[in-house]
């Protein structure tokens, strides 16, 4: 199998090249770190908090979730992983994760080792940057739930974070303007933007009735992408997804 | 000026010696790093959001916080930065700067390039791995600080929060187990925690009363570290500074 026939085709190949525009050697490269492929079940705890020497996970397929849990049992999501995602990254280079992953739908990944990362940098170090860029998505991503639970309202936290999923799975071929497949529960959704569950349908039901977003049957429709967009205030800089930058 | 002793000083190679054992080219690639000096007045603006081509600024001196305005003129501070810490280090990546940073205090720092950092890249591969370590660190902090406003209580936050500037401190040499110097007034700790500023002082004078912790005249004295610590929930295992894990 051709490396660079591989690597093209994943969504973690065309994830990068929004940000550079990757050579011969960077996609061979990379698809040495797809060798050790997976499959999880919905539900599979893929690191758990405290564990020494985890594995990175890069998500081929599915859907996953990190958190944290607190001394009282609550959990708080930190963010979702979509395909094109690498799963564990911040921990890998830890001495104990910080954090927990867990599979939401059934997933494929490929698992990664941190001297994978090591050799793959050192052999390309234009990965490295790209790995950087994608390192620092993901934090833009948690500040803005940050700012979510810091400074907006519930509903404009919902909006905000459907608007968001919309754009990165919309990078990665899984979602168009119209909207997306999503196998999020109200409790997900509770535990990511720190509402109850019942507070969660409230304002998904009051959005639907504003003609705005509909989320029923596992599909997020935007029914008004412009309204919504005003009143979330989404401004997708902070995704830096507008075409290669580096090439 | 030789370009290792430089390096070995500064507190970011101080910093990054905590994950990686630096070589000697890892040292001098470094040092070439801090050769754009600059000094800041405090408030001055680093980097606007939404800015194009900005740079990154190692901080060698002096405090610094990176915040989100929100439309309605709200503040949400997502962290500040101490001496070692690398300012605007995910927006250099970005077409556009995903948040704002301002000195605190009078600063200096080393201005570092988008190209500088590729090129330090291709120099030294470890590098790059220690660069990403520090980034991964970064958002763990701002994990936590989400985790702050989602699920804990305004005492615990603030007692977390103290504990952590207090770790980060030490590690560059500016903070021992007794406590720190802090220039932070009760707005910006208002406008990190997502509390009103006289929320904040009546949360200081009550762990002040209960023995824990005093932040007065720009000081903070952990009266009783061990206490603060279990109030906290404080697990300083997110920040992996216990000693070098790769040599």
Redo the contacts between chains.
């Keep these: 199998m051709k490396g660079g026939v591989l690597s093209l085709d994943s969504p973690l190949s065309r994830k990068l090249s929004v ?1 550079v525009a990757l050579s011969d050697t960077d996609l061979e490269t990379l698809a040495s770190l797809y060798r050790r492929r997976r499959r999880f079940r919905s539900g599979h705890e893929m690191v758990h908090e ?1 564990q020494k020497n985890t594995s990175a996970f890069i998500l081929a397929k599915g859907w996953a979730c990190s958190y ?1 849990m ?2 009282d049992g ?1 959990r ?1 999501i ?1 963010d979702f992983q979509v395909p094109g995602d690498i799963l564990g ?3 890998i ?4 994760a ?2 927990s992953i867990e599979a939401i739908t059934g997933i494929e990944v490929s698992e990664v080792l941190a001297p994978d ?2 050799n793959a ?2 052999n390309a ?2 990965l ?2 790209a ?3 994608a ?2 998505r ?3 991503m ?2 803005e ?3 979510d ?4 309202s519930a509903e404009v936290r919902m909006a905000h974070f459907l608007l968001e999923l919309g754009e990165r799975l919309k990078l990665v071929g899984v979602g168009d303007a119209k909207g997306f497949n999503c196998p999020l529960t109200q409790y997900h959704l509770a535990d990511a933007l ?1 509402l109850s569950a019942v507070h969660v349908n409230r304002v998904l039901r009051h959005l639907r009735e504003e003609g705005l977003v509909t989320f029923r049957k596992g599909r997020v429709v935007f029914d008004d992408f412009a309204r919504l967009t005003e009143l979330a ?1 989404f401004e997708p ?2 995704l ?1 997804q ?1 075409g290669p ?1 580096l090439r």
Tied chains: 1, 2.
Excluded: N
């Design positions: 940000f405290g944290k607190l001394p609550a708080q930190v990254l911040r921990s280079l830890f001495r104990t910080d954090h990362i090591m940098f050192a170090p234009r490295a940057t790995v950087l860029w390192a620092s993901d934090e833009a948690v500040v739930h940050l700012v639970l810091g400074r907006r720190g205030g800089g902070y830096d507008d930058r």
